[in-house]
């Protein structure tokens, strides 16, 4: 082929993208290495987990987002969306929360969140107001879902109505 384009909608290793110690590697750039060695010219991938992926990459990448589908989505199914709020259950999805709470003109909270060790989270904080409304919780990936679950909880405890959960990438 005089062309190859890899359409990858998970990108993966996408969390492994810093070192969080140290020695520890950084994954995401070896996909990425590996991804040029076989001989792409190109990547197509949807909502990588950290934008800063890209610069990982000697060839061009384009990062489709899901934002306009979620918020058809949200225009459509749910009934109250404009008093609702949407919801990041932590604090790396703040931007995406709240370019989607703009796009919609409603309020947005995000939830703060400790882990102990990985995929167990230690305690939750919400911030923002949801009290008597629809809450939408919006993140890129889950995959045991224990702290969209734990942000359900949480966001039901503060008194929301009833709530949605939207995901890209369920792995």
């Known amino acids: 082929a005089q062309r190859v384009t890899a359409v990858i909608p998970l990108f993966p290793y996408s969390r492994q ?6 020695r520890a590697p950084i ?3 070896l996909v990425a290495n ?3 060695v076989a001989g792409a010219d190109h990547i197509i991938t949807l909502d990588l987990h950290a934008s800063q992926i890209q610069g990982f990459f000697d060839i061009p990448v384009d990062n489709l987002y899901a934002e306009p589908a979620v918020i058809r989505w949200i225009q459509d199914q749910v009934d109250d969306w404009k008093e609702a709020v949407i919801v990041s259950p932590d604090a790396g999805g703040a931007k995406r929360v709240t370019a989607i709470a703009d796009k919609l003109n409603i309020n ?9 060790i990985a995929n167990q989270v230690a305690s939750m904080v919400l911030v923002g107001d949801v009290e008597g409304r629809c809450a939408i919780l919006v993140d890129d990936m889950a995959d045991t879902c224990g702290t969209i679950c734990a942000a359900a909880n949480k966001l039901k405890e503060a008194g929301a109505r009833r709530v949605f959960a939207m995901l890209t990438h369920g792995i």
């Open 17 to 22: 993208d810093k070192k969080d110690k140290s």
């Open 27 to 29: 994954s995401a750039k």
């Open 34 to 36: 590996m991804l040029s």
């Open 108 to 116: 947005f909270a995000l939830i703060h969140k400790e882990r102990k």
